[in-house]
């Protein structure tokens, strides 16, 4: 008898190519994408690379040669936009930057205030900037290093600090080696000189109020850098934010769930194909067109009223600022839940089942949801995946939400990703229309 | 039999007359890849007619169907409603379809989903409540209409099913299986509804597999088999232009039997003996008669008028089709 029950399932399923294919192919399909999306790192050519700005006006030997060092890291990208950037912020905003930026060194750099406005705006991931020390002792030429952080980025900073530290280690030593080196060619080596080496090094090395001397090392301390550099980490984003983690990922979560529930919704479509609605629907006055952009506003509808609760819900609850961003809010709902209703409406009328809908949506969506950032953040993927992951709508609709909420940017600055998803919505309904032609005249 | 556009009776400028038919299919062909579903199938509904459209599964009725419905585009061949073409935006709703399968939306009551169907077929206002209210009368359902429809039996949801295809008075109605899976006071009640219908005028197309619907529920029968039209008429002209009008005559009988009594045959199948005769009256008393001639006592007989059902199997064969 047990044999017959296992006898009669095998076959029923071996009859079933949806069943078979979801219980044999789907899982090595799910984890091929995924093993794309999050294990292609191995590869140099895809290592992600952090995107920085940087700011030097310390005039420093040292700072400059450091700057050097750090464009030359394959791990680094300094960001196009930091000099016309930098220019355009020089215009801007005055005297006061300008005077800043004129005493910077570097082709690469920008103004202290450039380099912030650059993190705000999530054009780079962080900024270096080396400034004078106010200090007592530096005169002897150690700036002061500070990197401006966007806690959305929480490895870039850690991994950056450690990076600016090595180049300026780096930097030190090969400008004690040229001084070095200078000096005993154009001099005996008598004690007498020796104590004009040092005293004519960029920086004094014996000096501790900039680094992190250490007591014990006195020794060596006194004739180089052995300790690594103090670097201020300044969070210009998240620091003010109550609940900083919450705005990043209600929007990741709202957009997966918003297109879930769209194409559940949009297999009305297929159920009225499957039981000849749909025949009797368009031997009414109703015509295919009118038929798709019925259900689309619908699902818009939907959708928003859908993102809405979620984030009042955020609001009152998790402290998500939404009253301070209704007007982006709104646009950026509008068009995300309209592009996720177009989008679905695209599977519909793809699938010729609403069984089919199922398994193509959840193959989609969850994959387009890993590639798009609403899983995992896009920062910690490859640069080729990153890449990708903007061929997704739902990687602009999370990237609008985060401007909006995270670095509380204005509807202004929401153009492009507005723009991004008016089109996809547009393209996908078209699209949907387009298949849709097959059930107008079968 | 193949039926010409210039053999339809045409309005004068355009103007509906009585000789108008209501619908005409003319030499319709549809091909689904090496499939050739309609073959040149012609055929015409007179105005106030109820015509059963009969077919072995196969035969392409489904295809026909959706062909007058615009749902499916002819390779060649045309169909008028009234006198106008379907492809005329309008035409079509003239026309009320009933499918098959149960089309109306099982999450919506029964007065929402007649809501539903009347809007879409331009109904208003004043004018769609009266008809839901007429609707909901006509199907007998009115203590139900707030109930959503997937709580329904299943002759009840097809009351349903056929009120939203009538709700906006079409001119011609088309119904595709109309009572399959429905038992038999539901079945009375529908064809009583269609009866109502056709009274007021309705023209009626209805497909069916039960014959005895369609003998007893049409004015008129057309039967297509391999997409063509095979017959058409009034049932008496039918079995008189294929089977002819005697009566087959079984009889059992016992004794000792010598021979097979003059005139009868014997049938090994049914272990009888079988006789057709044009006057039943007439000539029975004459093979009883023969019958116990030879030996023979007689234990059943069975008159058999030809009906429909032997149409068709004379015309379409015994075969399986699928």
Known sequence: ?442 | MTLSLDSIPQPPSGALTLETPALAVVDLWKAYGNNQALQGTSFVLNQGERLALLGPNGAGKTTLIRSMCGRVRPDRGQVFLLGKSIRDPDVLLQMGVIPQDLAIYADLTAKQNLECFGQLHGLRSRKLKERVAWALNWIGLEDRAHELTKGFSGGMKRRVNIACGVLHRPRILLLDEPTVGVDPQSRQRIFDMLDELNEEGTSIVLTTHHLDEAETRSDRIVIVDHGKVVAEGTIDHLIESTIGTQRQVTIQASGLLVAAPPGLEWDSEKGRFVCWVDNVADELPGILERIQKVGGVVLDLEVHQPNLHDVFLHLTGKELRE
């Open chain 1, 1 to 442: 008898m047990i044999w017959t029950v296992m006898q009669t399932s095998w076959r029923r399923l071996k009859n079933n190519r949806s069943e078979l294919f979801l219980t044999f192919i789907v899982p090595i399909v799910f984890f091929s994408i995924f093993a794309v999306i999050f294990g292609s790192r191995d590869s140099a050519s895809s290592t992600p690379k952090i995107k920085i700005a940087i700011s030097d006006t310390s005039g420093a030997a040292l700072s400059e040669r450091a700057v050097k060092l750090l464009e030359e890291q394959k791990s680094l990208r300094i960001s196009e936009n930091s000099r016309s950037h930098g220019a355009s912020k020089e215009g801007a905003t005055g005297a006061s930057t300008g005077a800043s930026t004129g005493a910077s060194t570097g082709a690469s750099t920008v103004s202290r205030s450039a380099a912030e406005d650059l993190v705000r705006r999530g054009m780079v991931s962080a900024a270096i900037v080396f400034e004078k020390s106010e200090l007592a002792d530096s005169a002897n030429g150690l700036p002061k290093i500070e990197i401006l952080t966007d806690s959305f980025d929480q490895v870039a900073s850690q991994v950056l600090a450690a990076i600016v530290q090595k180049a300026v280690m780096t930097a030190n030593g090969e400008l004690l080696k040229e001084k070095s080196d200078k000096f005993v060619q154009a001099n005996a080596p008598t004690p007498a000189n020796a104590s004009m080496v040092k005293s004519s090094l960029p920086m004094n090395l014996v000096r501790t109020a900039d680094f992190n001397a250490n007591a014990g090392s006195s020794g060596a301390s006194s004739s180089s850098l052995s300790q690594p550099p103090t670097i201020d980490l300044v969070d210009v984003i998240g620091g003010k934010k109550t609940n900083p983690v919450v705005a990043m990922y209600a929007a990741g979560i709202a957009v997966m769930f918003l297109l879930f529930s769209a194409t559940t919704a949009s297999g009305s479509l297929l159920e009225e194909r499957e039981n000849s609605t749909l025949d009797r629907l368009l031997c009414s006055r109703l015509t295919m067109d009118q038929l798709l952009l019925g259900k689309w506003a619908y699902l818009t509808v939907i959708g928003s009223i859908q993102m809405a609760l979620m984030f009042t819900w955020g609001a009152i609850v998790f402290g998500i600022d939404l009253l301070h961003h209704l007007d982006g809010f709104v646009a950026l709902t509008l068009v995300t839940a309209g592009a996720a209703a177009s989008f679905a409406l695209m599977l519909a009328a793809l699938c010729t089942s609403r069984m089919q809908l199922g398994w193509v949506s959840t193959i989609v969506i969850l994959s387009m949801s890993a590639l798009g950032g609403s899983m995992v953040p896009r920062y910690l993927m490859s640069e080729t995946i990153q890449k990708a992951g903007l061929l997704t709508f739902n990687a602009w609709a999370l990237e609008g939400y985060n401007k909006l909420f995270w670095r509380e940017l204005p509807l202004a600055d929401l153009k492009l990703e507005l723009a991004v998803l008016l089109g996809c919505g547009f393209l996908f309904i078209v699209a949907a229309r387009l298949f849709a032609v097959r059930w107008e005249r079968s």
